[in-house]
C-alpha cells in the first residue's frame, strides 16, 4: 500500500508545481505521512484518516503564513487605477442631465457628478469612483466665465 500513497505524493507534487496556490503541496505532504503509517498497519482506515487530518491540519496551520508570505501590495489598475486623479473638464459638467467629458491623462471619460451643481469646462476636478464608462468627480478649482 505505501506505493500508492508514494504514487500519490508525486501527483499532488505535479500538480503543485502547475497551479499557482499553495494547497496541494500539504496533501503530498499527508500521503508521504500515510505511507509511513502504512508501514506499521494494514488498516485502509487508519491510513486515510492521517492522510485527510495531517493534510487538513498543514492547510490550515499554515494557510495564514503562507499568505502573508505570498500576499503582495494591490495595485489598481487599468479603469480603477483613475480614482482619486486629478482631471479638467473639456466639457461643461450638467449634473441634471448628466453630460459632461474630463480629460485624464489623455484620455477623454464621460463625467457625471453625485453633487447637485454644474462644473465649467476648464475647471480641475477630482475623479472619485468610476461606473461603468462614467467617471464621477467631484470640483477642486472652479473656473468662472465672464
Known amino acids: 500500500m505505501w506505493q500508492i500513497w508514494l504514487i500519490a505524493s508525486g501527483i499532488f507534487l505535479i500538480i503543485e508545481i502547475a ?38 491540519l498543514l492547510i490550515f496551520a499554515t494557510r495564514p503564513f503562507v499568505n502573508k508570505i505570498t500576499k503582495k501590495d494591490v495595485m489598481p489598475t487599468n479603469v480603477y487605477s483613475l480614482v482619486g486623479k486629478k482631471a479638467i473638464v473639456i466639457e461643461d459638467i450638467d449634473w441634471s442631465t448628466g453630460k459632461g467629458q474630463i480629460k485624464c491623462d489623455g484620455e477623454v471619460w464621460s463625467a457625471k457628478t453625485d453633487e447637485q451643481i454644474d462644473i465649467p469646462k476648464d475647471s480641475e476636478v477630482q475623479i472619485t469612483r468610476i461606473d461603468g464608462v462614467k467617471a464621477f468627480v467631484t470640483p477642486i478649482k472652479v473656473v468662472t466665465h465672464n
Open 19 to 56: 497551479t499557482i496556490g499553495f494547497l496541494v503541496f500539504w496533501l503530498a505532504i499527508g500521503s508521504l505521512l500515510a505511507m509511513i503509517v502504512s508501514f506499521f498497519t494494514s488498516s485502509i482506515i487508519v491510513q486515510t484518516s492521517v492522510f485527510v487530518i495531517s493534510s487538513g
